[in-house]
């Protein structure tokens, strides 16, 4: 029977000294890794009335008041990267910091800026369309920074909420036709539950792309936080703004009187067209007509291209929105 060998000493130091190295390096590889690939945890967000739960089903076209909806990050199929803040573009002289009301899709934070403390609420929203009307969003920017800078122009009365972006993931993916939905490939203006349609007849409509109303009315969180902020802060004369050429429309369906005066009036300092060009398009589940089931007076708003934002016309428009007695 062969003796067995007693190994060298050396060579077992040397093999530990190599896996010790090793072990090593793949520490520093997964320590690496983690820091350049960092793991996000959902935003969340209080819940101001737990005790309502609603479950949509995709034939339902109401919301009742003051359901409240966690926002969640769910994967999406238009976007590479789930993002949980983006900073706004701008930084106010004297501190005045939005409110984030919830967060999109890709969980980035959706934006509003409040101006005065009066009773009197009145709200200017942007970027329901994300890029493709990405002038609204640069109009919205523009109004914040001279009020900020010119606080005297908000009445006493008053108090004004501005919502610089509705869709920053559509505004982050393109300045184009395909920056126009949600990285749900939904239209927020088809996704409010008043008058909502999951699909509609598209003749006369934009259909430059994909595009529907969500699986159920406010399916999509972007849709949930702000009529959430609706609910909660009684705003009574709403402007909405888009691009491009078509005018002035008043929420209702039909339209409803005191929101056609309003879009008179703005038509009057504006020169948008109202009546508003008919394309024979037939608009559902739009912000307008949410805001009006509220009691808002309310118009969808067009800017005149979607290149430029208008500023001086809109600063007059501003003002009627303000002065406005509903």
């Known amino acids: ?56 089903s995709a034939t339902s076209t109401s919301v009742p008041a003051g359901v409240y909806y966690l926002p969640t990050i769910t994967p999406n199929p238009r976007s590479t990267m789930i993002v949980v803040q983006t900073p706004t573009p701008f930084v106010l002289s004297g501190g005045n910091r939005p409110l984030v009301i919830g967060f999109s899709v890709s969980g980035r934070p959706i934006e509003v800026y409040s101006f005065g403390n009066g009773p009197n609420r009145r709200m200017i929203v942007a970027g329901i369309h994300g890029g493709y009307e990405w002038n609204t969003i640069a109009l919205a920017d523009e109004m914040i920074t001279h009020i900020n800078e010119h606080p005297e122009v908000i009445p006493n009365d008053s108090t004004l909420y501005i919502l610089r972006n509705l869709n920053p993931d559509g505004d982050a993916r393109d300045h184009g036709i395909d920056g126009r939905v949600n990285d749900h490939g939904v239209d927020l203006n088809r996704n409010f539950p008043t008058n909502w349609a999951a699909d509609w007849d598209r003749d006369g409509c934009w259909n430059y792309g994909p595009t529907t109303g969500g699986i159920a009315p406010a399916s999509e969180p972007e849709t949930r936080a702000l009529m959430t902020f609706l609910q909660s802060h009684h705003v009574q004369a709403l402007i909405s703004y888009h691009s491009a050429a078509l005018g002035i429309f008043p929420g209702g369906e039909p339209w409803e009187q005191k929101s056609i005066e309003f879009a008179e009036r703005l038509s009057e300092v504006t020169y948008y067209p109202f009546p508003p060009i008919d394309t024979g398009c037939k608009f559902t589940g739009t912000l307008a007509d949410y805001a009006v089931s509220l009691g808002a007076v309310s118009v969808d708003m067009e800017l005149a291209t979607h290149k430029y934002t208008d500023f001086t016309r809109n600063l007059r428009a501003l003002a009627v929105l303000l002065d406005w007695n509903p």
């Open 1 to 56: 029977m062969r003796r067995r060998q007693k190994p060298d000493t050396a060579w077992v130091i040397l093999a530990w000294g190599l896996n010790l190295i090793g072990l090593v390096l793949l520490a520093s590889v997964g320590i690496a890794y983690l820091a350049l690939n960092p793991v996000h945890a959902a935003p969340q967000m209080p819940n101001p009335n737990p005790t309502t739960e609603l479950s949509h």
